[in-house]
T-cell receptor
């Protein structure tokens, strides 16, 4: 039982390049989330998906797009990377309903030069 | 909007010392409250939680009590170990809507032998 997995673990991009961060969970959870973690700011929500086929913006969605490919997978895409997107990205999932605990992946450390 | 304020770090303690990390929150209604821990190079792990006023969450010797009258959820441990060195995040979630987590900025704890 792997929980929440993320790929890649590390990535370096040049300004203007695009990439997709992958996230998958094997807990049959309904809800999935993408957060970014920046020094001194805690984690901030980028996008979330309450169920398969739905996505919604969080606090800091600009410059990102997401796809809920199926119940297991939730990807985050940077179409044209900017240095301000240098961060650590975490995916999380939650069962939904009355469950309130989110489970996190190990993170992707992204540097945009 | 919702917010979480936690004790500024870093915090450095000697092994077997008593630990308190303060956390206060602002939210309407009755949020669930959490402490997550992030060990070096890893994602966030749930440490403990409380879902209603006066509930006490506990795990691995850590405790926190949901105090609605003071809007607080302070983390305590009676005798810390070197292995407790990590970053600790206080967070809340509403039990409706997108159910996103709102995080504090994190407190880095270092325990010296």
């Amino acid at each position: 039982n792997a929980g929440v997995t993320q790929t890649p673990k590390f990535q370096v991009l040049k300004t203007g390049q695009s990439m997709t961060l992958q996230c998958a969970q094997d807990m049959n959870h309904n809800s999935m989330y993408w957060y970014r973690q920046d020094p001194g700011m805690g984690l901030r929500l980028i996008y979330y998906s309450a169920s398969e086929g739905t996505t919604d913006k969080g606090e800091v969605p600009n410059g990102y797009n997401v796809s809920r490919l199926n119940k297991r997978e939730f990807s985050l895409r940077l179409e044209s990377a900017a240095p301000s997107q240098t961060s650590v990205y975490f995916c999380a999932s939650k069962a939904g309903g009355l469950s309130d605990t989110q489970y996190f992946g190990p993170g992707t450390r992204l540097t945009v030069l | 909007g919702d917010s979480v304020t936690q004790m500024e770090g870093p915090v450095t303690l000697s092994e077997e010392a008593f630990l308190t990390i303060n956390c206060t929150y602002t939210a309407t209604g009755y949020p669930s409250l959490f402490w997550y821990v992030q060990y070096p190079g890893e994602g966030l792990q749930l440490l403990l939680k409380a879902t209603k006023a006066d509930d006490k969450g506990s795990n691995k010797g850590f405790e926190a009590t949901y105090r609605k009258e003071t809007t607080s959820f302070h983390l305590e441990k009676g005798s810390v170990q070197v292995s407790d060195s990590a970053v600790y995040f206080c967070a809340l979630t509403r039990n409706f809507g997108n159910e996103k987590l709102t995080f504090g900025t994190g407190t880095r704890l270092t325990i010296i032998p």
